[in-house]
């Protein structure tokens, strides 16, 4: 056994294997390994709190101080200057319909779609979506025929996407990246660019491995693609979709699109796709760019027909958020060599410059901090971070996670680079590793 | 109170109000109004059986004899012959890929776009459906690779609705008519226009009301659009389809397509669609005519991406079954005048040639059986259907609904008319309706 899963019993009793990663001193405080403990009655039990002490931890810019609105709007400058133009085909109108009589008895629908087409020059055809007609009668009703329409418009044809009684309902648009660990999205404004919320949490698949290999396994099994589908998207994209959507004052159907950056693993997990192939050689996903996902095929909350856009992938183990990262970085549009780092769970280089790009992906996070390292665990409160050994005594002297006299509790990624770093450059131990 | 919510106390006890419907005797027996009683303990009651006598009365063919079959072709060539041509545009293919290797790692759909592009002739572009995609790479490895798509091509555009190693897996159409009372839905093969299955149900609905006046109300109780919908859908259409794709040994997904008749307030509360408008007046329904929903809008059982066509109303009490059946009778390419009767719980007429042709509707069933006629009840067990009297005697004969010696228990809609007829003709009964 690892030793990870402690907890301590508060009441009633289990029966515990004995074992070694539990010392008797803690033994007697009532910690026990949940794997080796069969419950004798009822127990109330408490486990640590690493997952929101990781958390807490979790440095994330919010929209308060106005230093991250200031770098996307600087970014979106820079994209516009690369020569990008960015433009989307969506378009409201206030329609004021006259209220049906006995003379004048033309079904909702066709009232809508002859004052829709009449509000936008060279609209010659109107589709309503369903969720518009569904709504249509009341929404007619209860705002005295005076509506906001709002789709798009490509080619003339207009998609009533959403039909409102409030007249000045913005058209929003979603972007998620989801990192193995942790996922961040954000809302703006389409029409005016405008950030508008932003939110994170950690990705609710975790508890069904730390890095992508562990969730394949995990999805083959019986169900697992539904319960790895149901932790990223009920229990991580949904809630915070909800509390952005209700930071912003909207309803969730005013998200008109949606885009996803994520790592080959998480979009096909996402989609509920068997990513079996990407584990097993020959490594072929399902797919690297497809389009033609609306918000209801996945029960993701905002409107049904909203697109979801999932950013390119480029190989099995380098996806969407590393093609997403470098257009953004601009770096395929300098002379100069740039090196693009994506440290998270999994690790992913881009190299290159307007003539040539290059990328590599390697396990991150859990290979230090999870795997086989008997005391690692995450960069959270305990957690050894960097260590400085002094070349004269030897003696090492640790930075540790958490408020001023936090005991170390174990060792994380940082922490681990920087004791091989360390021993090296003291010479305790060789170029190849080896302790001389 | 009514006396129609009878049931029999089998086990345990009840307060009831006397009422002047239960006999003594029937009160000895156990029989009580539901309406009126209030149990004093668990309780087991019998209902009577009305609702499955009446189906085990529904007069509906089956596909076994081949008289309905030789129906349906006929039809086809009558409407082939009046010049409306029948086709669809839907191709399905046999693709052998590659399989994939270290030095040839094309994603799945990458894979299945380029084959299924070279596999018709014109086509310029291959959208997947999230169906497809979702499915594809398990479906991929069990078949070796070697599979059937099958979808729509329009303008050269191929859009895959469905892959499956199933390679003769046919492509199947769903025609549903959603009548108050009764639905009845047929299969065909949408390639060769042949009948696969049929089957009939009750509607779901009937709890809520026989009529389209009461369905209307108990949908704008709270809840009350989701309980309607949900008692056509999940209750009565995703049973009744999955019946017929098991008796013509299809998976849903094979349906490529659903089109359903029914009248202005089926229709609208098949869509969740607020009907009260229809009941108010000036009686405004949502939509005549409308089209742009698919069945993962709806969660019916078919292809997510079948489109579910709505024969379009003309009226708020005459709906697309009228239109549907109006179309099918092919009246309206005749030069002699005809009258189309269709007779069922609510009822409409339309009457004309290829010149004009006018329609209009009333109640028709329930306003007999079961308003505010004592004895009235549906055309089930004991029910009098026909009525003669005797111009000399003045003996009435009655005909009942049921096997020999079944005693009259009420009155239907063809009865009442009958004793009117039957009254007037001997007199009993001026033509404005008195006793004379």
């Not at 074992?19 to 009532?30: F, L, M, N, R």
């Not at 996407?161 to 007249?167: A, S």
């Not at 990262?325 to 280089?349: R, V």
Request: with cysteine.
């Amino acid at each position: 056994s690892c030793g990870k899963c402690r907890v301590k019993i508060l009441e009633g009793t289990v029966e515990s294997t004995p074992t070694h990663h539990i010392s008797e001193e803690d033994y007697a405080a009532g910690w026990r390994l949940s794997c080796a403990s069969k419950p004798a009655s009822d127990v109330v039990v408490q486990v640590p709190d690493i997952a929101s002490a990781y958390q807490s931890r979790m440095k994330t810019a919010d929209l308060s101080t106005g230093e991250e609105v200031a770098t996307f709007n600087k970014l979106q400058e820079d994209i516009r200057a690369a020569g990008v133009e960015i433009s989307c085909d969506f378009v409201s109108a206030v329609l004021e319909l006259s209220e049906p009589t006995l003379d004048d008895t033309m079904p909702d629908t066709e009232r809508l779609e002859l004052a829709a087409q009449a509000a936008f020059d060279g609209c010659t055809e109107v589709k309503l979506t369903y969720h518009t007609v569904k709504k249509l009668a009341k929404t007619l009703r209860e705002a005295n025929f005076k509506v906001q329409i709002a789709g798009t418009l490509d080619m003339g044809v207009l998609t009533v996407m959403d039909v409102t009684g409030k007249l000045d309902a913005p058209m929003i648009g979603c972007a998620i990246d989801i990192g193995t660990t942790t996922v961040t999205g954000v809302l703006l404004n389409l029409e005016t660019g405008e950030l508008v919320a932003k939110a994170s949490s950690g990705n609710g698949q975790i508890r069904y491995g730390a890095d992508v290999i562990n969730r394949i396994i995990e999805q083959s099994k019986p169900g697992g693609v539904k319960r790895l589908q149901d932790a990223i998207l009920k229990e991580t994209l949904v809630p915070l979709t909800a509390v952005m959507c209700k930071s912003a004052g909207i309803t969730a159907d005013r998200i008109f699109r949606a885009s996803v950056a994520s790592n080959t693993t998480m979009n096909h997990l996402l989609l509920g796709v068997d990513a079996n192939p990407v584990r097993m050689e020959p490594y072929i996903p399902t797919f690297f760019q497809w389009r033609g996902m609306v918000a209801k095929d996945l029960g993701f909350v905002a409107n049904p027909d909203a697109e979801i856009l999932i950013a390119p992938n480029i190989g099995s183990y380098v996806g969407g958020d590393i093609t997403a990262g470098t257009f953004a970085s601009l770096i395929w549009n300098k002379d100069e060599f740039s090196l693009f780092i994506d440290l998270g769970t999994n690790g992913e280089l881009v190299f290159g410059n307007r003539d040539f790009m290059m990328s590599c992906a390697c396990s991150a996070g859990p290979a230090f901090e999870g795997g086989d390292i008997s005391c690692g665990m995450r960069a959270t409160d305990g957690a050894v971070e960097a260590v400085e050994i002094d070349r004269d005594s030897m003696e090492p002297k640790l930075t540790i996670v958490g408020d001023a006299g936090q005991k170390p509790v174990g060792i994380c990624g940082s922490g681990i680079i920087d004791v091989i770093a360390e021993l090296y450059r003291t010479s305790i131990i060789s170029s190849k590793g080896q302790f001389v």
